[in-house]
């Protein structure tokens, strides 16, 4: 591509930015310098999330912790609770151990080079590429899902995702390498373009400020690009979910073991998850298993729930008067029915939740 046609796209897609920019509670205005600590928090949210569902916990986060001391001294337990519910994690995590580093061993300044940014937990080629773009003004090659969508159909590159990822980063270089002029507005007016013009199932060619030179829109391809390889089924795993109550009608309630998924949360009680196999069934906690004949289950009371790799169902099991001592080295404890709602519970367990406490009624809980 010449130098020519490299420029005419950027101040084509900038100048169309200008005017039609997204408003982000984490951008800066026009004009503005960005803050670091908005940019790295939004995009650490943003990784595998869509915008409209991380703006509620962006603002969420920054009333509770303005700065990146604020977030370093909280508990990470009201990290966790606060981060319930919007999945992945791993994330809450190292956003957590991340604001620690900062806040400890660098004043609160966030580096403003990619590999620096990559050393520190939860950063990545992506993310670091965005904070140092955008926060820094740093050229550099930011690339999501709407910026492979982009240059997939600009330069109508057929080869499929997931295999195609690096070409397309090639792709996304050619239009954003050593280029110092404004790289965060350009960062942003890629992913921009992406969510409102080149949009997946219907681009929006007549209104696109980089149409005349763009190779999908030429060919009549665009709609039907990035291809992909056909996705895998997901394998389906089973378990038991418990619903434990004392004698004061108080809930059992765990904090899930560090490492895994849902690492570090709250939840219910559940048995290991198998997946689905012929005379495979999930086998009953310890703790529990003496007092399965007392057990109430339910047919109709299941939860399911989609993870990345696999769909799960949970069966509920219902056990009311609990009355034995908790066992020692689980990490569980009561909680008041009314305070439940306040946890911060992962997506799985609230399903459960709900369940339970807005539809009690028609459940057979003896
Ligand atoms: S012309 Fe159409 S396909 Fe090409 S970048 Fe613009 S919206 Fe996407």
Redesign the pocket.
């Known amino acids: 591509m010449a130098d020519s046609d490299i420029n005419r796209f950027r101040s084509d897609l900038l100048v169309w930015y200008d005017k039609n920019r997204r408003v982000l509670p984490w951008r800066a205005g026009t004009g503005e310098v960005a803050d670091p600590y908005h940019v790295w928090l939004s995009e650490i949210m943003l990784q595998q999330t869509v915008v409209a569902a991380v703006i509620p916990y962006f603002l969420k986060f920054l009333a509770k912790w303005p700065g990146v001391h604020d977030l370093a001294n909280a508990e990470q337990d009201e990290v966790m609770s606060a981060w319930a519910g919007l999945g992945y994690y791993t994330r809450a995590r190292n956003l957590y151990k991340c604001a620690q580093i900062i806040s400890r061993d660098s004043k609160g300044v966030f580096p403003d080079q990619q590999k620096e940014l990559k050393a520190l937990p939860g950063i990545g080629d992506y993310t670091s590429a965005a904070i140092a773009a955008i926060a820094f003004g740093k050229p550099a090659t930011v690339v999501d899902g709407n910026v492979e969508r982009?240059v997939a159909?600009?330069f109508a590159e057929e080869a499929p995702l997931p295999d195609s990822k690096k070409l397309l980063k090639q792709y996304a270089a050619i239009l954003s390498e050593g280029r110092a002029d404004r790289p965060g507005d350009f960062a942003q007016a890629m992913m921009d373009?992406g969510a409102t013009?080149?949009t997946p199932k219907s681009?929006?060619?007549a209104i696109?400020p980089?149409?005349t030179a763009?190779k999908?829109?030429e060919s009549g391809m665009?709609a039907g690009l990035p291809r992909r390889t056909s996705k895998k089924e997901k394998p389906r795993k089973v378990g038991y979910i418990y619903w434990i109550r004392n004698i004061k009608g108080q809930v059992l309630f765990e904090r899930r073991p560090e490492r895994g998924l849902l690492g570090g949360m709250l939840g219910l009680p559940t048995s290991e998850w198998v997946i689905v196999q012929e005379n495979m069934e999930p086998v009953h906690l310890d703790f529990v298993r003496n007092k399965k004949n007392n057990f109430c289950l339910d047919r109709n009371l299941k939860v399911f729930h989609s993870f990345t790799h696999f769909d799960l169902e949970l069966n509920g099991l219902i056990l009311n008067d609990y009355s034995s001592d908790l066992p020692e080295n689980e990490p569980c404890f009561w909680v008041e029915e009314r305070d439940v709602f306040n946890l911060g519970l992962p997506t799985l367990f609230k399903k459960f939740v709900n369940l339970m406490l807005h539809d009690e009624g028609s459940k057979g809980t003896g």
């Open positions: 982009v159909r600009y373009l013009v080149c681009p929006k060619c696109c980089v149409r763009c999908g829109y665009a």
